[in-house]
């Protein structure tokens, strides 16, 4: 369970350094972001490191069901996000990223010991699959019955109320279908041409960004700038997205763009980092 806490922690890192991510934290700026910086996302990860250990093991030996599975490791994810928010003083760098990932190691484990011996038999199909059962109804038992004063509500419950967007929860309970029907064909196509990591990554980015409902772009701004990002990206995608010089200096364009708008996928960061864990633990 080591090597799919330790590949967890590999995604983390690959999708915060690789440049130049649209309005995101890179190795080459801070983005769209004021508060945070490369560094940030290193003691982020590190911090974060130990639960997603954790999760993997919670779902190696879970005998119980899919769902009991999720309630198991909440408290994990609960204290996990506190250690994040300590070693970032405060800032929220990875909150979405830890609840989807620590939801992918514990699928990950429990899906492992469900085919031991039989390794080949590790599919992303079966652990999207296991995820889903993980999280029935999620949306409807956190979001839909919530009794919040509006003052209190986090960005997603606020933005439910508001737009019924689900976000991050209603993208574990389809089963993360942005994963499996955009972004890994988009990392497979790039890394079996060769391509470097930077092109792999950002590739996968832009074909995220085509599909994603993204609450932090919502959150930081509307609905419309969301659709817009959706374009955007879909724009580039038509361009080849990263496996073409156009492409790629059309995405360069774009962070210059989107860093001085404020505009973020944080959302779609999430999701890439998660399709290269995927693309990891099953190759
Ligand atoms: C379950 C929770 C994580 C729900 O949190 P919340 O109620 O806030 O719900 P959402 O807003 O829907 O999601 C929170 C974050 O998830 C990312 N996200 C949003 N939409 C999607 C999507 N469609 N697919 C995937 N991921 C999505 C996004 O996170 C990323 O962006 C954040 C950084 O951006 P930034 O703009 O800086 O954010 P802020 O600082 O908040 O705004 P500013 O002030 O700067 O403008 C960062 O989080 C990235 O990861 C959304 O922000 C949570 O409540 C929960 O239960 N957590 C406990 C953990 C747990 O249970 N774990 C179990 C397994 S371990
Ligand atoms: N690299 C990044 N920059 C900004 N927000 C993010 N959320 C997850 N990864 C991110």
Do not use: W
């Not at 890192?13 to 440049?19: D, N, P």
């Not at 779902?59 to 490791?73: N, V």
């Not at 010991?113 to 038992?141: F, S």
Request: proline content about 3%.
């Amino acid at each position: 369970m080591r090597y799919i806490g330790s590949k967890a922690v590999e995604a983390m890192l690959m999708e915060a350094v690789c440049a130049p991510a649209p309005g995101l934290v890179d190795r080459y700026n801070s983005g769209a972001h004021t508060d945070m910086d490369i560094f940030t996302f290193m003691r982020s990860t590190a911090a974060l490191g130990p639960a997603m250990y954790s999760c993997a093991a919670c779902g190696y030996m879970h005998e119980d069901s899919p769902s009991a599975l999720l309630r198991r490791i909440r408290p994990i994810g609960r204290q996990a996000e506190t250690d994040m928010f300590v070693a970032t003083d405060g800032v929220n760098t990875q909150k979405g990223l830890l609840f989807v990932m620590g939801i992918l190691c514990a699928a990950t484990g429990a899906v492992y010991h469900q085919v031991y011996g039989y390794e080949k038999a590790i599919t992303a199909e079966k652990i999207l699959a296991y995820v889903k059962e993980m999280c029935r109804n999620l949306v409807a038992e956190e979001l839909g019955a919530m009794q919040i004063d509006e003052g209190a509500m986090t960005a997603g419950q606020r933005l439910f109320k508001q737009y019924g967007i689900r976000g991050i929860r209603g993208e574990v309970e389809d089963g993360l279908p942005a994963v499996l029907y955009a972004g890994l064909p988009a990392y497979e196509e790039a890394k079996q041409a060769g391509f470097s990591n930077d092109v792999v990554l950002l590739h996968t980015l832009l074909a995220l960004m085509t599909v994603v409902e993204d609450t932090t772009i919502v959150h930081r701004h509307n609905l419309t700038f969301l659709r817009d990002v959706q374009a955007d990206a879909q724009r580039i995608m038509s361009l080849g997205g990263a496996l073409t010089e156009e492409g790629f200096q059309a995405i360069v364009d774009l962070d210059a763009n989107y860093s001085s708008r404020r505009i973020s996928p944080g959302g779609s960061a999430d999701l890439l980092a998660v399709t290269h864990f995927l693309y990891e633990v099953t190759a």
